[in-house]
């Protein structure tokens, strides 16, 4: 398989991302990560099209706690892989299992959003011994269910669009108008269109038939929450043109989400950590501190 790296060079313009990389090596691939402060763990998965970046704001806010962020493969300053067919669903969960398995993280608290959903929450269902507490943000647990239109035209777009004007798309379900430096800070890794096979498949990676790669690991996800005992924080934002009201599904499926206060993110949409990442960052903290439950 052809790999390709994102010269780190090109992240020296970042003026808000000043955190010393890291990384880890998977197989024959490298997978970046941030690794900031220290305290309990706090695991934070990012989603399709972001990278670790999306989570800035929230290393500040968290600074008593050790938080770690990375970046999927094909994503951020992670290697990335030439070819739509080189990705699948086992590849991308099994190279955060062996973040996991190699830093040996315990006592997580597992924030999570978009695809962070899907492959957090899997990993949950299958180290729930690892796992503390759960922040769950604009995502969802599929089971192999055919898609519903509008999303088949979502990954008909992200794989035949001539160039994938990530920065823009990451715009476009947002609420509020990002900076031309964000937007340029999300387009970073990928200077060519060699660079995007991963950003490109992983909406075709969404398992849409019961035999699908991911559906056995989803169901048993939704089996562990369903009896969940400990902490559940569900935060979904109001103006998800993607996900919105997919959190009564978790408030129904997760008994000890009743515990914790019931809250909206205001005024933001699909990238909730973008824009209102300080806001979520302080939830965190207050429910890590024992200070959210009803």
């Known amino acids: ?148 239109l509008p999303f088949r035209m979502w990954q008909y777009y992200a794989r035949y669009h001539p160039f994938l004007p990530i920065g823009k798309i990451v715009q476009f379900a947002s609420v509020q108008k990002l900076s031309k430096e964000v937007i340029g800070a999300y387009d970073l890794p990928y200077p060519t269109n060699k660079h995007k096979a991963g950003a490109r498949i992983f909406p075709l990676l969404v398992p849409t038939k019961p035999t699908a790669q991911g559906v056995d690991k989803l169901l048993k996800a939704r089996s562990v929450l369903s009896e969940w005992k400990k902490p559940a924080l569900i935060l979904f934002s109001d103006k998800d043109k993607v996900f919105s009201g997919m959190e009564k599904f978790f408030y129904k499926l997760i008994p000890s989400s009743q515990e914790q206060q019931r809250l909206m993110i205001k005024d933001a949409g699909h990238f909730l950590q973008e824009e209102k990442g300080e806001e979520i960052a302080r939830y965190i903290d207050q429910f890590m501190q024992g200070e959210l439950r009803v």
């Open 1 to 148: 398989m052809e790999l390709l790296k994102t010269d780190l060079a090109r992240f020296d313009r970042l003026t808000d991302f000043p955190f010393e990389p890291n990384f880890i090596q998977f197989n024959d691939l490298q997978m970046h990560y941030i690794d900031e402060g220290k305290g309990e763990t706090i695991l934070a998965l990012h989603g399709q099209p972001t990278w670790s970046y999306l989570y800035r704001k929230f290393v500040p806010v968290l600074k008593n706690y050790r938080f770690i962020a990375p970046d999927m493969i094909g994503f951020g300053k992670s290697d990335k892989l030439v070819g739509v067919k080189n990705y699948s669903f086992d590849l991308h969960y099994q190279s955060l299992e062996h973040l996991i398995h190699q830093l040996d993280l315990k006592e997580i608290t597992l924030v999570v959003q978009d695809w962070g959903g899907l492959l957090g929450l899997s990993l949950l269902g299958a180290y729930p011994e690892r796992f503390k507490r759960v922040v769950i943000l604009n995502t969802f647990l599929p089971k192999g269910k055919k898609a519903p």
